[in-house]
């Protein structure tokens, strides 16, 4: 289901959410949204669970790391995490009702709904059908949507390229770290010749943004698309 919703109606949707939890500092807000659009991954579409708990996974150590920095390292904390283990129970109760406490969820649950709304949308939307959606339904010009739709299929080669010049380096008895200056500098001329040819290839096919052009299949905007879009942004305007 989520696979089928309108990529376009489906980024709006999700912005809109996230302005709405930019606005409100409520920790039972975020965790609300976070569950919701995890369970609505689970049930309403074809993502593995594995899959979205591997994405998550990254998420929870940054929402960590927010945590500890908001309890243990605000202006107005006097307790350092190097003496957590150190203080009296009277203590911990104190800092556990403390604002630093309130900071903490705050922030790292805020996170947290961020990355499930990112998710959600990464893992459930097709790249070549967002564009399609972006060119018919808000009127991106083809210019643009061919242009990032070459440079999407461009990847794939840019990553064999990169494995490529590797191996010739450690073939030369040279270090075939990903990351060294002379190796990006390799991948990234082909790349940039590869990119040349597929802009003479247009042309000589005769593609002019400013033309009448048939599409094969033009992404539909259907009333569903919009109810799914109404409720998601009302539950979560209505929670906030």
Request: net charge positive; charged share 15%; hydrophobic share 50%.
């Amino acid at each position: 289901m989520l696979e089928k919703w309108n990529p376009s109606v489906k980024m709006i949707t999700v912005f809109l959410c996230v302005f709405i939890l930019t606005v409100r500092n409520n920790t039972k807000l975020n965790i609300i949204v976070f569950i919701s659009f995890v369970i609505g991954m689970l049930l309403f579409s074809d993502v593995k669970p594995g899959k979205i708990f591997a994405f998550l996974l990254p998420a929870f150590i940054a929402a960590f790391g927010l945590f500890i920095m908001g309890m243990f390292y605000s202006r107005n904390s006097d307790i350092s995490i190097k003496t957590i283990f150190d203080i009296s129970k009277e203590q911990l109760e104190v800092l556990a009702t403390s604002g630093n406490m309130v900071t903490a969820l705050q922030l790292a649950t805020r996170l947290l709904a961020y990355a499930g709304m990112g998710i959600l949308f990464s893992l459930t939307t097709d790249g070549e059908y967002f564009v399609r959606s972006l060119m018919h339904q808000l009127r991106l010009p083809p210019k643009f949507a061919y242009g990032i739709l070459a440079a999407f299929y461009l990847l794939p080669m840019m990553r064999n390229e990169l494995r490529t010049v590797q191996t010739a380096f450690r073939v030369r008895n040279m270090s075939g770290f990903s990351l060294r200056p002379k190796i990006l500098f390799t991948m990234l001329v082909n790349s940039v010749r590869w990119s040349e040819s597929v802009a003479m290839a247009m042309e000589s096919k005769g593609f002019s943004g400013e033309a009448e052009r048939t599409y094969h299949d033009i992404p539909k905007l259907h009333v569903r698309d919009l109810a799914l879009a109404v409720v998601s942004v009302g539950v979560v305007a209505f929670v906030a």
